[in-house]
């Protein structure tokens, strides 16, 4: 199972700089009212993605330092740390640490490698539950009834769960389009007319993406055309005119010829001279060609200019640019489709809604089967529980009720009654259920889903509120229960809790340089014995409550055993 072995705290509110081991089964956190013990809760919060403001840090100092050593074992968890690019030690360790400081920056770090809230909380989730003094209002918030019995429930809800939210989500989209095209209709004569010539003008243009842009460069080479065909002229003049290059060339190739039939050293430079002679022949006609090229170009650029002015009157009406015509155009025919088409459309949409419906009730239907069959069972194991929790004639119903709303989590109403007294009637948990009657049925509901829980550390802050005596006793063996398979870190002021200790941690407020410090001491066994006399006598410590904190300690060892 996942659990953490080490937590460091460093100037967090009046800790300056405690650590303390954790071990598997049940962790006791005590010490004196108002030593400390919630801080150490709030710095596990923090460190696991609480919120936390600059008043976390301690008085004069500029930051505030939680790290948790964890072993990490669930195959879910290891998937989710791997995913988030964190490497995962040979032994299996995960070490967290978060900082604050008086900035207000903050920092994680997991395993040395730094990550963001999200990642910290994503993982969390499967390291600790946190039931914190005031948790068991929950239980009285109907709302969180649903939540908490889907906990219970296998993966198979969360698939329906999900499968429904997709039909929800095209369901309201339709929904939203078959509201559209009525309204349409609505306006449809004059607005098809409309749209209809708007079609007709953009696609008469038959216009192409970047095509303005490509105009607009051919308009400027057109536009100095004049420039190009003097310059080109004039080349062609000087090439093959009556005093032409090519014509002197040609005489000093007869000259040279003349010399090669003499002198056989001259026969290269008239074979060099006659390959440029036929080189600056073929450049000649190439220019003359392109020269004859340039005489259409009045007529393409009148042409250009008016298909220029006629993207213009479009722009001006329909877009910024082509694209944004052609993007209008595409969002017109669909408007149109709208009009014209509407009925034939909307029929359509309201066929697949009808098939929706259908399969939104269907799925709706197997979520609230799931429920109740879960519900059924979860029932019969509160109840055990709570009568060995001295709640022997309690009855513990969970109410799962249809509704004709639907939402993502179905159209159930989920509430939870309890009877705690024979004969009593079935009533809501916030209408008749004491501080440790509430209590106890959070013990229930955490020992119920202990065993299909991933959370490897349950933290129990008080959840000894309002019990005493024997039952505080059974209190004790179902945390040393939940301990067999989950971690357990309970903070108590029950000397029955504190003695079935598998690991103890003390809290205590003291004053050091004229300041006052929290610091925390992990127990051994005679220290262990000492502070169960502590809470069994109060203030002053006798003999006889040494002996009776010995005995008791022996006995929750007997009962472990």
Request: hydrophobic letters at 40%; a negative charge.
């Amino acid at each position: 199972m996942n659990m953490i072995e080490h937590l460091e705290i460093k100037n967090a509110a009046l800790i300056k700089n405690a650590s303390v081991d954790f071990g598997r089964g049940l962790n006791i956190i005590s010490g004196e009212t108002g030593a400390g013990k919630s801080m150490v809760i709030d710095a596990v919060k923090f460190m696991l993605g609480g919120r936390a403001s600059k008043d976390f840090i301690r008085l004069s100092e500029d930051k505030a330092v939680v790290s948790g050593l964890f072993v990490v074992e669930n195959e879910a968890l290891r998937t989710k740390i791997i995913q988030a690019g964190i490497e995962i030690e040979e032994d299996n360790s995960l070490l967290i640490e978060r900082t604050i400081t008086d900035a207000g920056k903050n920092t994680i770090k997991i395993n040395a490698k730094g990550v963001n809230l999200t990642i910290l909380k994503d993982i969390s989730h499967f390291l600790m539950d946190i039931h914190g003094q005031h948790d068991h209002q929950s239980l009285l918030n109907q709302s969180k009834h649903l939540e908490i019995l889907d906990s219970f429930c296998p993966a198979e809800l969360n698939e329906l769960k999900r499968t429904l939210a997709d039909f929800l989500r095209e369901y309201k989209s339709l929904s939203k389009k078959a509201a559209d095209i009525t309204a349409k209709r609505g306006k449809a004569g004059e607005k098809l007319e409309s749209l209809r010539y708007e079609i007709d003008e953009i696609e008469k243009a038959a216009l192409e993406p970047s095509e303005e842009e490509s105009l607009n460069d051919r308009l400027k080479t057109l536009q100095l055309s004049e420039k190009l065909r003097e310059n080109t002229q004039r080349s062609v003049n000087i090439l093959q005119g009556d005093e032409s290059v090519i014509s002197a060339l040609n005489q000093v190739l007869r000259l040279v010829s003349e010399n090669g039939d003499i002198d056989k050293a001259a026969i290269p430079l008239r074979e060099e001279l006659t390959s440029i002679s036929i080189s600056l022949s073929e450049f000649g006609r190439d220019l003359a060609a392109y020269n004859d090229s340039l005489d259409g170009s009045g007529s393409e650029l009148a042409e250009i200019e008016a298909r220029l002015e006629l993207i213009y009157i479009l722009k001006r009406k329909y877009g910024q640019s082509v694209e944004e015509i052609l993007a209008y155009l595409d969002k017109a025919a669909e408007d149109y489709e709208a009009y014209a088409g509407g009925e034939e459309v909307l029929k359509k949409i309201n066929g697949r809604r009808k098939e929706l419906n259908k399969e939104i009730t269907e799925t709706c239907a197997l979520l609230h089967a799931l429920r109740l069959k879960q519900a059924k069972v979860i029932e019969g194991q509160i109840e055990e529980v709570l009568k060995e929790l001295e709640m022997a004639d309690a009855k513990f119903k969970i109410s799962v009720e249809e509704k004709k709303e639907f939402g993502v989590n179905g159209n159930d109403n989920v509430g939870f009654l309890i009877s705690p007294n024979l004969g009593e009637p079935l009533k809501e948990l916030a209408k008749i259920a004491s501080g440790g009657e509430m209590s106890r049925i959070m013990l229930a509901l955490k020992c119920v889903i202990s065993n299909a829980d991933n959370t490897g550390t349950f933290i129990f802050d008080e959840i000894d509120a309002g019990v005493s005596g024997r039952t505080a006793q059974k209190v004790a063996q179902k945390l040393d229960f939940i301990g067999k398979n989950q971690q357990i870190i309970c903070i108590t002021h029950l000397p029955q809790i504190a003695a079935m200790a598998d690991n103890h941690v003390l809290i205590e407020k003291i004053a050091k340089n004229e300041r006052t410090e929290t610091v925390i001491e992990n127990l051994d066994r005679d220290g262990q014995i000492k502070e169960i006399a502590r809470l069994l006598g109060g203030v002053k410590i006798t003999g006889g409550t040494v002996q009776n904190a010995t005995e008791m300690k022996e006995l929750a060892e007997g009962y472990k055993k």
